[in-house]
Every structure is written in C-alpha cells, then in structure tokens.
C-alpha cells in the first residue's frame, strides 16, 4: 500500500489516515507532496495520485481511495484485527458519528486555528465562533467518556475516532486552550493530552 498525504506539519486530513494506517501495523510506502508551494506545484504534485486533486489518497493495488475517512472505513475493514471501530454496536455508532461530526464540522477551529506542529505555543484570542466549537468538543468528549469509560473515546482501544481527534488536540496545546474553560471536565483534558502521547503521533511528528 501507498498513501499519499501532504506536509506532515499542517495536513490534519493526512494525519488522520496514517495514523490509523499506523496503527494497523500493515507495512506501506509513504508519499510526501509539500503543500503551499508557489505556481500551484502543490497541485501539480498531487494529480498524477488523485483524481481529486487532493490528498491524502491511498492505494492498494488497483485501487485509489481519496478521503480521510474513506480510507479510515476501508482500513477497518480491511485489517479487522486492529479493532479500528469499537465491537459494541452503540460505541460504534456513536465513534462513527463523533468522528463524521469532525470530519465535516468545527470549521471555525479549522480556519482560525489551523495545526501546525512547529509554531511557538502561543495563547491567541478566541473568537465566539471558536468557542462555540470549543464547547462542543468538550460536551463531545465528555459524553463519551463519561460513558464508555475511557481512556479513549469509544472505550479502551484507540481507533477511527481518536485519530480524527488528534490534530485538535495539537491545536489546543499550540494555542494554550484549557478545554476546562469551555466545559470539559479533568478527564477530556487528560485525553487531549494522551493522543499527543500515543506512538503513531509521535512517529508521525518525528518525520515531520
């Protein structure tokens, strides 16, 4: 397998799939594109891998899969061993549906706090419409703690959910966010804190 993603220091889309691509212990070549350059090379770069023109993209013999979250299904279900969904049905409707509320939301975190790995932790003024997603991400997160026990989202394995989550967690330590101040109770703060610490991140991090 081969999976395309961008530069590893901003490309939360990219992050996600390799994260759980790493977690399935599947070996696989990894493609690098720069992202941002000048003279649309980005684009340029990316086309020959994805009919989107965007990354990431994963491809598996004959197959090419854009979309972080496609790719994160197609993982699971490709390495079922890895226990990428929970196994209890409503952990994994639930996973599924916090993780698709990441995929398609949050979009002022997005635009006014974007990741970047290497940038100096810096506390920036929040605005209402990122604290609107501030608290969301902390009811989130607490619901599911709270009822499903932890240390992860959906219970005690690490999957799908938690790598979609990640890149918020780097965003809150790169802007000194207490998620305290918008709700979220000790153990949704030590979660942010436990993805940063999880093996795949920080091999990912270390390549960046």
């Not at 599947?26 to 891998?49: D, G, K, V, W, Y």
């Not at 994994?92 to 509320?101: G, P």
Request: aromatic share 10%.
């Amino acid at each position: 397998m081969e999976l395309v993603i961008g530069t590893k220091a901003w490309s939360t889309w990219s992050m996600r799939p390799w994260l759980v691509l790493a977690r399935t212990g599947a070996p696989f070549t990894e493609t690098l594109i720069q992202l941002r350059q000048e003279n649309n090379l980005s684009a340029e770069a990316i086309r020959p891998h994805s009919p989107t023109g965007l990354v990431p993209v994963l491809k598996d013999g004959d197959l090419a899969i854009c979309d972080s979250l496609a790719i994160c299904e197609y993982l699971a279900e490709r390495f079922p061993q890895a226990g990428l969904w929970p196994q209890d049905v409503q952990a994994r409707a639930l996973a599924r549906s916090a993780a698709s509320e990441m995929h398609s939301g949050f979009a002022a975190l997005r635009r006014e706090c974007p990741m970047d790995l290497f940038a100096p932790i810096a506390a920036v003024d929040i605005s209402q419409d990122v604290a609107k997603d501030l608290r969301r991400i902390a009811e989130l997160w607490n619901g599911l703690l709270g009822r499903f026990g932890g240390p992860y989202l959906a219970g005690p394995e690490w999957g799908v959910v938690d790598a979609f989550f990640t890149p918020v967690a780097t965003r809150l330590r790169t802007y000194g966010v207490r998620l305290a101040d918008y709700g979220a109770a000790g153990p949704a703060g030590e979660y942010a804190e436990r993805l940063l610490e999880r093996p795949e991140f920080l091999a990912w991090k270390a390549g960046a």
